[in-house]
């Protein structure tokens, strides 16, 4: 095994072993605003899922980038002021683990698909993972900043790692954008795994 492989295995069956996220803010002691940034940052699942959209939308070009890169954090900001006035005790790992999945599934298999799919997608996803991180946050007693403040580490990421994609040439660069997809799907697929395990 080369030693790529063997980190991302690793990576991989770190994600995997994550404990689920409970109702909790990481206390960075810089405010509201970056234990925000911080509870992103921890989130195997918001982390992997900014990962596929920024490959999916950057391997589909210039316009669904751009459309991606604004739709995603816009979307993750509506759905966690929803979920922030919606507290609940359910699981949410079914509901984040299955967007990545499909995701890097759509980056390794190269899908030919339309920007304004790009589009319905990283709206869809940032809903998802908007209504679980308002959800999870709002118990602790985390307010509107903290949410804006992970929505702001969103649209960091996914805007530098889109630009990142958008502009690799063709050939090998293209090719390892695949086979991280492919790695983030085997990563969703273990998750699942461990899930149905840990509910039987």
């Known amino acids: 095994m080369t030693p790529h492989a063997s980190r991302a295995s690793l990576i991989a069956a770190l994600t995997v072993a994550a404990s689920p996220a409970e109702a909790h803010l990481v206390q960075t002691g810089f405010g509201v605003f970056y234990d925000g940034v911080a509870h992103l940052a921890v989130t195997p699942s918001d982390l992997l899922i900014i990962l596929a959209l920024g490959l999916l939308a950057g391997q589909r070009g210039p316009r669904a980038a751009r459309l991606a890169v604004i739709a995603l ?7 966690g002021l929803i979920g922030a006035r919606w507290t609940t005790d359910v699981d949410f790992t ?49 307010g509107t900043l ?49 899930l149905l395990h840990t509910a039987s």
């Open 146 to 194: 903290a949410i804006v403040g992970a929505v702001c580490g969103v649209a960091c990421l996914s805007t530098a790692l889109t630009a990142e994609i958008t502009a690799l040439p063709a050939g090998w660069p293209r090719i390892a954008v695949r086979a991280a997809g492919s790695w983030i799907t085997a990563t969703g697929m273990l998750m699942f795994g461990w």
């Open 73 to 79: 954090p816009l979307a993750w900001l509506a759905g």
């Open 94 to 142: 079914w509901m984040t683990t299955l967007p990545f999945l499909i995701i890097g599934a759509l980056v390794a298999l190269d899908a030919k698909i339309q920007a304004h799919a790009v589009l319905l997608i990283a709206t869809v996803a940032g809903m998802v993972h908007g209504l679980v991180n308002g959800a999870s946050m709002a118990p602790a007693g985390a």
